[in-house]
């Protein structure tokens, strides 16, 4: 099954903050978060592991809930370049059934 | 370092026919993963090769296949072409698979089926 990721959309001005969720159904074994941007290639944020462990992007931060098995990602002091889709992709179990991603949430950052 | 490189960037093909496309990863990757991409379902796994083996498969029809060279490049075929097989179709490549290690994402090939 998808991850729900809420908002569907959402618009804010520049250098207001964003949360973008992300929520399983299943345990999750890490959380990836991706932006694309229109007519480009996702590109990679951040993984967040079970456990804790976090690697990625040091301008925005996420956390990994496990109890509530969801993840969010925090976009302070948007800039116009934040603007995108974002996208999570969940891992399940031990991690070794590739990722299944969100439909995404549309995100316009206004001047 | 060039990133991943997918050929060919637009595709037009009618109902019925087969297409190959075509995935070259980051030099040193040995995953390559593939995606397809709709306004309505998103970003959608299809499998993931490594060392040449599909390692992991999504819930697609069998008439969607792949292969992995040697040189980790990898080819993936669509036969007898459905007007819901038109979407993006993404690649992505990593060190060593889809578990915990970041994705490198392809422009991608845009499939248009009349």
């Known amino acids: 099954q998808q991850p729900v990721q809420s908002p569907q959309a959402v618009i804010l001005r520049e250098g207001e903050d964003a949360v973008i969720n992300c929520s399983s159904s299943?345990?999750?074994?890490?959380v990836h978060w991706y932006r694309q941007k229109h007519g480009e290639a996702p590109v990679f944020l951040m993984i967040l592991l079970k456990g804790g462990e976090q690697k990625g992007h040091d301008k925005i931060s996420a956390s990994f809930n496990e109890k509530k098995q969801q993840s969010s990602l925090y976009l302070t002091a948007s800039q116009l370049s934040y603007s995108g889709t974002y996208f999570c992709g969940t891992e399940w179990g031990g991690g070794a059934d590739g990722l299944t991603f969100g439909k995404g949430t549309h995100l316009i950052i206004q001047p | 370092k060039a990133g991943v490189t997918q050929t060919p960037r637009y595709l037009i093909k009618t109902r019925g026919q087969q297409v190959t496309l075509s995935c070259s990863p980051i030099s040193g990757h040995r995953s390559v993963s593939w995606y397809q991409q709709t306004p309505g379902q998103g970003l959608q796994f299809l499998f993931e090769y490594f060392s040449e083996t599909q390692r992991n498969k999504g819930n697609f029809p069998g008439r969607f296949s792949g292969r992995q060279f040697s040189n980790s490049r990898s080819e993936m075929n669509v036969s007898t072409l459905e007007l819901g097989d038109s979407a993006l179709y993404l690649c992505?490549?990593?060190?060593?698979?889809?578990?915990?290690?970041?994705?490198?994402f392809g422009d991608g090939t845009r499939l248009s089926i009349l």
């Open positions: 299943k345990a999750l074994y890490s």
């Open positions: 992505a490549s990593s060190l060593e698979g889809t578990s915990n290690q970041p994705q490198h």
